[in-house]
């Protein structure tokens, strides 16, 4: 008899209630894993719960607010009760509302309250999760703790100060994490994800910025909500058992080339040449 890659296992999925964490979420049921869709929206969470029930697999959706240490420790003990047990934590909970990204700007325009609240989910919300959810792991002497991160923790750009500055920290985050516990049986790794919105973002987008950051990728086109998800599957499963303290980027290339290759590639094809 087959089973997934995940079967057994329980993974928790904050920020679950939709987008890339709810696709992550399904994902990894569909290896077989026990999901628990976190997210403070409660609607949202049992909604994606109970699409995934009715594929025949397993969920449970608890109303959590990564930023509070109180609702976070009940958040595991429900797990813990209803699972028996936790072996994946996927830190994918941030903050990037359209109210958030007004406030989120340069640092000279900085709102302060919307550096707080950005530090508060995506920074200590992640740290919160991990505090509570890897002495479950420890107990099972395995565990694997994936934080999603972005290209914007890498680089700089004109706008989000926060929001970068709170994943670039999430990346170390996932190294102390590796070498604090790896011996304990516990890995983890950030997972750097590009723009892979779903079908429904692409309207929110203006068109031109859209061209601009495709331009800039190494694929063709760029990604899919699936294809960050089975990334976070394999984190979560005993296939990337060797991989820890790592940072895996899932964004078509687009951080791993020079800012003038889109324009220097247009450059090339009206010349005909790459001749210098």
């Known amino acids: 008899m087959m089973t997934g890659k995940l079967t057994g ?106 550096w707080d609240r950005a530090m508060a989910v995506n920074l200590r919300g992640a740290m919160l999760c991990s505090k509570h959810c890897i002495p479950e792991m420890i107990k099972l002497q395995r565990g694997s703790v994936i934080n999603a991160t972005s290209g914007l923790g890498t680089m700089g750009d004109l706008t989000l100060s926060a929001y970068a500055a709170s994943k670039a920290a999430l990346i170390m985050l996932a190294k102390s994490i590796a070498a604090q516990y790896g011996k304990q049986g516990v890995r983890a790794n950030a997972l750097l994800i590009g723009l892979a919105p779903a079908e429904n973002a692409h309207g929110s987008m203006p068109a031109r910025l859209l061209d601009i950051i495709r331009e800039n990728h190494l694929t063709p086109e760029l990604g899919t909500p699936r ?48 001749k210098m």
């Open 227 to 274: 294809q960050i998800a089975d990334a976070v599957a394999f984190l979560a499963s005993d296939e990337s058992s060797f991989v820890t303290g790592s940072t895996l980027s899932v964004d078509g290339g687009f951080c791993s080339h020079t800012p003038s290759l889109a324009a220097t590639r247009e450059l090339f094809a009206e010349l005909g040449s790459n």
């Open 9 to 114: 296992k329980v993974a928790v999925v904050t920020g679950a209630g939709g987008g890339l964490g709810a696709e992550s979420a399904r994902v990894m049921a569909s290896h077989g894993a026990s999901v628990v869709i976190a997210d403070i929206n409660k609607a949202a969470a049992e909604s994606v719960a109970a699409s995934i029930v009715e594929q025949g697999q397993k969920a449970f959706a608890i109303e959590t607010d990564v930023s509070s240490e109180d609702s976070v420790k009940q958040m595991v003990a429900s797990v813990v009760e209803h699972f028996g047990r936790i072996d994946v934590l996927h830190n994918n909970a941030a903050i990037l509302s359209a109210e958030q990204r007004q406030g989120d700007l340069d640092v000279i325009n900085m709102d302060v309250d919307a």
